[in-house]
């Protein structure tokens, strides 16, 4: 065992044992640093699908020990192509568990705990134990959705620059057939998914009545079984495309439908793909991304090489072509930028502080609207919510935001910078003074 | 960064229970607060005032075929939004060329024609606009369509007919006047 143990890190002793010139800013070699990452280094794997899969596997041989997965769903028979931890009897089973329990059963020493449970099921203090999330999703809600959890915990000093302890690193794996990304998401360093969202091209849509009136081809045939046909029949039952009844129904809805109008090509496959709007995956690409992703995670726990910057594309399409392009954040990002800090005294009224907002040298924001984690403390428009808001008015913002010592807000209004007026939204800081902060150092409540 | 991850992390007190707000909802809370409806569209939020993700526009047209009616729409915000369409469906049910009995919406800006720089106050125009302006060449309910091409004014009579609570061809309506 013990041999077998030194075979397996031998590749991987080649990055850790020795010194380089495009190693990361903190990296001390040596096999000290072996222990580390499997005595400190936890890891979330999102998704045990085609890619989650392969991230497992390779995450349990880079030398990663502790290892936790996420994913809602059961394995079904067509999975089984791509997603080789499953066997045919595993059909039906939870796929977190499922693939926990293969790679724990071939990589001795790994400690894979799986959640079968969707990821909004978890409070933010599940995501906040792990030191490095790894994406293997293929929907951009979820990485949306993570990527602001993830961007929840980071917080900035007050020179705006981010602190390094709540620094939460993503890497995010995606592929589409042939094609495939990984990406290195430092919150505050480099771009968040919300920088560039606009990487994402917006889902094809087809006209309502298009489906129901001169449908051309079989996707067109799918979405009318799916969008019309099925309201018709199930008044009332939502669809629920996670559910395989639910599908064989809107494929042989789908199938009459094309018959009818003599339409070839719908396919049991091709209607989850449409529904789900899921392109055919193809295993080497997955392993391919996942490897890229796996030796990123490796490169940030251990600082052996300077981290990807930060976007690598692959394309397997015509050739191999891969190439890394180095994105920009947006600084005025909602989700992942300083935003404004403002120190106000615990007496201010959200009244006040609305006022104070528009002469705000770095806002000029006139009649906001303030939101502080998911509640709405003041709207202006429209008129009933307004009125439910109002008495908000006359009360201390320091109240409103529970007597925490700093917070971000978000404020929506119409911002006069640079001579303009236009809508905005603003991400703000705000922090009491004289508050204790009760966390680290002092340099944001009681400071500057 | 694995010097930083021995470093035991210190819980923080805002944290506890603490909810994200993500881009979706964001933007979202932006769109509503800035909303500049007609007279003829209200606008209310079943779930209060903190779930703006699912609302409620009640339309009172004040011209055209549809003139004493009121129909309700439910707005369902997906958390891809401004990036996807809100889901919108008409829960009152009624006889119109671009609306199916089901209560499903043809119109473009909710369908093939969305870009995120469109917002919610654009939509509820443009449903307004459907009850002004009904047209036949897009059709969900076909007969509808059909009678509106070539007959207008028996479409009129059939809308009020369905307005009032009865019968167009072999379909109830509820009164929704
Ligand atoms: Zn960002």
């Not at chain 1, 700093?406 to 991400?427: E, F, Q, T």
């Not at chain 1, 703000?428 to 340099?443: E, I, N, S, Y």
């Amino acid at each position: 065992m013990a041999d077998s143990a030194t075979s397996r890190s031998r590749d991987l002793d080649k990055l850790l044992l020795r010194p380089g010139n495009l190693v990361g800013p903190s990296f001390e070699p040596g096999p000290e640093l072996r222990d580390d990452l499997r005595d400190y280094a936890r890891v979330l794997v999102v998704g045990a699908g085609g890619l989650g899969c392969e991230l497992l596997k390779d995450l349990a041989l880079s030398g990663f020990k502790n290892l936790d997965v996420i994913d809602m769903d059961r394995i079904e028979v067509t999975n089984l192509n791509r997603q080789f931890l499953f066997r045919l009897e595993d059909v039906g089973k939870p796929k977190a568990e499922v693939a926990a329990k293969r790679v724990m059963e071939r990589v001795n020493g790994v400690n894979i705990v799986p959640h079968f449970c969707r990821i909004e099921d978890k409070e933010l203090d599940f995501y906040n134990d792990f030191n490095i999330i790894v994406l293997g999703l293929d929907s951009i809600e979820a990485r949306s959705y993570i990527n602001a959890v993830a961007c929840s915990f980071l917080e900035y000093n007050v020179d705006d620059t981010p602190r390094e302890e709540t620094i939460k690193p993503m890497v995010d794996g995606g592929t589409e057939g042939f094609k495939g990304h990984a990406r290195v998401i430092l919150p505050g360093i480099t771009p968040c998914f919300e920088c560039t969202i606009w990487l994402f091209p917006p889902q094809v849509k087809f006209p309502l009545c298009t489906l129901a009136e001169t449908p051309r081809t079989a996707a067109h045939c799918i979405e009318y079984a799916h969008l019309i046909k099925w309201d018709e029949v199930h008044s009332g039952k939502a669809f629920d495309p996670d559910d395989p009844e639910h599908m064989q129904w809107v494929y042989k809805e789908a199938v009459k439908r094309a018959e009818l109008f003599g339409i070839p090509g719908v396919t049991y496959s091709l209607t989850q793909g449409v529904v789900k709007n899921i392109i055919p995956a193809i295993a080497s690409t997955n392993a391919i991304i996942s490897a890229a992703c796996a030796l990123e995670t490796l490169k940030i726990a251990s600082g052996c090489s300077k981290t990807l910057s930060n976007y690598l594309t692959y394309n397997g399409v015509e050739g191999l072509h891969i190439k890394a392009t180095e994105f920009v954040r947006n600084k005025d990002c909602l989700v992942c930028g300083p935003g404004v800090l403002i120190e106000l005294d615990t007496a201010v009224t959200l009244r006040k502080f609305i006022d104070m907002l528009e002469e705000h040298p770095r806002l000029l924001l006139s009649k906001a609207s303030v939101t502080h984690r998911g509640k709405n403390l003041y709207m202006q428009a429209p008129p009933v919510l307004e009125e439910m808001t109002r008495s908000n008015l006359s009360l201390p913002l320091f109240d409103l935001m529970g007597k925490v010592s700093r917070d971000v807000v978000h404020v929506a209004g119409l911002s006069s910078m640079d001579n303009k007026k236009a809508s905005s939204m603003r991400k703000l800081r705000v922090a009491f003074k004289g508050v204790p902060d009760g966390v680290t150092d002092m340099d944001m409540a009681g400071g500057a | 960064m694995i010097k930083l991850f021995k470093v035991k992390e210190k819980q923080r007190e805002n944290a506890e229970n603490a909810k994200k707000q993500t881009a979706a909802e964001l933007r979202l809370h932006k769109d509503i607060s800035e909303l500049n409806l007609p007279k003829s569209c209200s606008i209310t939020f079943p779930n209060g005032k903190d779930d703006l993700m699912n609302f409620e526009v009640l339309i009172r047209p004040d011209e055209g075929y549809y003139v004493g009616g009121k129909f309700l729409f439910s707005f369902q915000v997906s958390p891809h939004y401004p990036h996807e369409a809100p889901k919108v469906k008409c829960k009152t049910k009624i006889y119109h060329p671009n609306i199916d009995l089901e209560g499903n919406v043809c119109l473009n800006i909710l369908r093939e024609d969305w870009k995120p720089v469109l917002n919610i106050n654009t939509i509820i125009y443009g449903l307004y606009h459907l009850f002004t302006e009904p047209n036949y060449e897009d059709p969900l309910n076909h007969d509808a369509a059909a009678v509106l091409r070539d007959n207008p004014v028996l479409f009129g009579t059939n809308v009020k007919r369905a307005m009032s609570g009865g019968f167009v061809g072999h379909t109830s309506f509820s009164r929704c006047t």
